[in-house]
């Protein structure tokens, strides 16, 4: 970081201007500041900065951000992922269940179109006997 200072003597016939260099905020922020990112490619790594430029700093630490910002991406589109994954086993399961549904639909509305079926024919035939029956006990009234 440049510092400067400007002094003026009191009868303003002076003025001094002294300037500092003090890397030593820029080079403890790019101390704190991972010097790898692993999820990153080797081409992609942000490179070490010149400490004694602040804008090499500053795109250190804006390269650095943009990593961070990558991997927390990353790790969201990972987490997106699962459950997209999950979500689709999940619909998979339920269309099986909507098939199986629809299959035991379709068997109950046969079985019960069979047994209506079954009890009319059983009460027709119960009708005939009944008649038959009635028949058989009149002829033998009438021999």
Request: hydrophobic letters at 35%; aromatic letters at 4%; proline letters at 4%.
């Amino acid at each position: 970081m440049i510092t400067s200072t400007r002094r003026v003597s009191p009868d303003k016939s002076e003025v001094r201007i002294a300037f500092s260099l003090d890397n030593t905020s820029d080079v403890k922020d790019v101390e704190d500041l991972p010097q790898t990112f692993p999820e990153l490619e080797h081409r992609l790594q942000p490179v070490p900065p010149c400490v004694s430029l602040g804008e090499s700093v500053q795109v250190y630490k804006e390269h650095c951000r943009m990593a961070r910002e990558f991997h927390q991406v990353k790790h969201e589109i990972a987490v997106l992922e699962d459950r997209k994954r999950k979500l689709l086993a999940e619909l998979v399961e339920d269309e099986k269940v909507a098939v199986e549904i629809a299959r035991l639909e379709e068997e109950f509305r046969r079985l019960t179109e069979e047994n209506r079926t079954l009890v009319t024919v059983h009460n027709e035939r119960a009708q005939q006997l009944e008649s038959l029956c009635l028949t058989n006990q009149t002829r033998q009234d009438s021999s």
